[in-house]
């Protein structure tokens, strides 16, 4: 059968129409547009544009709807679903300050005790209280990025639980309770939110709905919409990710590792709470898992090509050729901040050993972003109590195989990749047809990626001593 998937991320929108056979997807048709930093109704018009070039491209009638998104992006929204306002993005650096005043009744370790997230300017618990303080239109609603297409697609305003869970107002569960899906009255009072305001969570695998009649070419009458949820969790489900023992590090304009912790034994709430990792319970609602995340890995790359560019290099060739023998080139990758491990909201990006060129550059940048995920991945790990084996998705992974190798070499293995141009826009379509008992869990496609060895352990120790010198009991020098 078919699936028509859409991944609505914070640069690009992308649309997958995949073809499901048994255990195996095969993507037949992908398209991407770009999203307009702060135009809800131009983010919707992109999604629906990719997908109907996506659906034309295919030429195939499609079943069911799949949708995933970032995670603490939305709008306003009317009754119906109509966006009313900008949409209000996770990466607002200019008034961060002035938002994490409204954070002023809230306790940041309570407050991860509570809802497993760290307290940060990007929490959408913090958007909502600035939006009651600047007085809320009368009748408007949130919609994060996934609701609002689902909610032009279909009519209705509704959520999914693993974009609910990174607002700051879901309490989490013990380990092994079941999901409430209710929003906490506590935590919106102290924030002054309104409970009318954010949207109803759907229970995990229930429908958002059915696509309206004319919308989309290419979609069978009455196909079923599922809104797939955070797009890091969608494709950490896709990569194999549904139970203990595998650790997925998805990559794209921001990057996550994600893991699932053994029932037996819980995550270590106040370590991950220090540590600026998330406590989250997977796709299916039923096991509890963590995400160390950081909001640099595309962007470091996006913005060498610009510069890469500007100087006149070959930005392709750079990326396909071989890394150059400096083994003193490396990168400090934090152009927002570092999230985790050691969270310090003063890092910045910071190259070391000199680079003279962008080739040399681009070697500082993979080496910093493979080290740095490196860390991650450990945190992971022992949160979980286990070392899983390691899956990687995503763009800057699978279209670098430098990068690949030399995260291949620090975790001393093979790396397996996930090889689909889409794997959000994918997984959402797989997630969406098995839901909707149309298809079983499906097995993507990977690329082994052997390690390249590029001097990995020098390289995790330099990493390491670099952070060390460059910390101190107040933050980053």
């Not at 056979?21 to 131009?42: K, M, Q, T």
């Not at 997908?51 to 295919?58: E, K, M, P, Q, T």
């Not at 996006?302 to 071989?322: E, I, K, T």
Request: glycine share 12%; proline share 8%; hydrophobic share 50%.
């Amino acid at each position: 059968m078919r699936a028509l998937g859409l991944d609505v991320g914070s640069t690009h929108v992308k649309a997958a129409v995949v073809e499901l056979e048994g255990a195996e997807v095969r993507e037949l048709s992908v398209a991407a547009r770009p999203v307009a930093r702060r135009d809800a109704l131009g983010l919707v018009s992109g999604a629906l544009d990719a997908a109907r070039a996506a659906l034309v491209d295919a030429g195939v009638v499609v079943e069911v709807v799949g949708i995933a998104s970032m995670a603490e992006t939305g709008a306003l929204v009317d009754p119906d679903g109509g966006a009313r306002g900008p949409l209000l993005r996770w990466d607002r650096a200019a008034d961060a300050d002035a938002r994490l005043a409204l954070a002023h009744g809230l306790d940041p370790v309570a407050l991860h005790a509570a809802t497993g997230v760290p307290l940060t300017a990007k929490l959408p618990l913090l958007t909502w209280a600035a939006l009651v303080r600047d007085r809320l239109p009368a009748g408007a609603r949130w919609a994060f990025a996934a609701d609002l297409v689902g909610a032009v697609l279909t009519g209705v305003v509704a959520t999914d639980h693993t974009l609910a869970g990174r607002s700051g107002a879901l309490r989490l569960p013990a380990a092994g309770a079941p999901l409430d899906t209710t929003w906490d009255a506590d935590l919106l009072a102290v924030a002054g939110v309104p409970r009318a305001l954010p949207p109803r969570i759907l229970s995990p695998g229930e429908p958002l709905g059915t696509v309206r009649r004319g919308m989309l070419p290419g979609v069978a009458g009455g196909a079923v919409v599922h809104l797939a949820g955070h797009d890091h969790a969608v494709v950490a489900r896709l990569a194999g990710m549904r139970a203990p023992g595998i650790a997925v590090h998805s990559l794209g304009t921001t990057e996550a590792v994600l893991a699932l912790a053994d029932p037996a034994r819980p995550v270590d709430r106040a370590l991950a709470g220090r540590e600026g990792v998330s406590v989250v319970r997977g796709v299916d609602g039923e096991l509890e898992g963590v995400l160390a995340g950081s909001p640099a890995a595309g962007r470091l790359v996006a913005d060498w090509r610009s510069r890469a560019r500007a100087a006149g290099a070959d930005v392709d060739a750079l990326l396909d050729g071989a890394a150059p023998a400096r083994p003193e080139l490396l990168a400090l990758p934090y152009p927002l901040g570092r999230q985790c491990p050691s969270p310090d909201p003063e890092a910045r990006l910071e190259l070391l050993g000199d680079p003279g060129d962008p080739a040399e550059e681009l070697a500082a940048l993979l080496r910093g972003m493979a080290a740095h995920g490196a860390g991650m991945r450990a945190l992971v790990s022992r949160l979980c109590g286990a070392s899983p084996l390691v899956v990687a998705a995503g763009t800057p992974v699978r279209g670098n195989p430098r990068l690949a190798g030399l995260m291949a070499a620090l975790a001393a293995d093979a790396l397996p990749v996930v090889d689909l141009a889409a794997p959000a826009a994918s997984g959402a379509a797989a997630l969406a047809a098995e839901r909707a008992g149309l298809a079983a869990p499906v097995v993507p496609p990977f690329r082994r990626i052997e390690p390249d060895d590029d001097g990995a352990p020098d390289l995790a120790r330099r990493f390491a001593d670099a952070l060390t010198d460059r910390t101190t009991p107040g933050g980053h020098r």
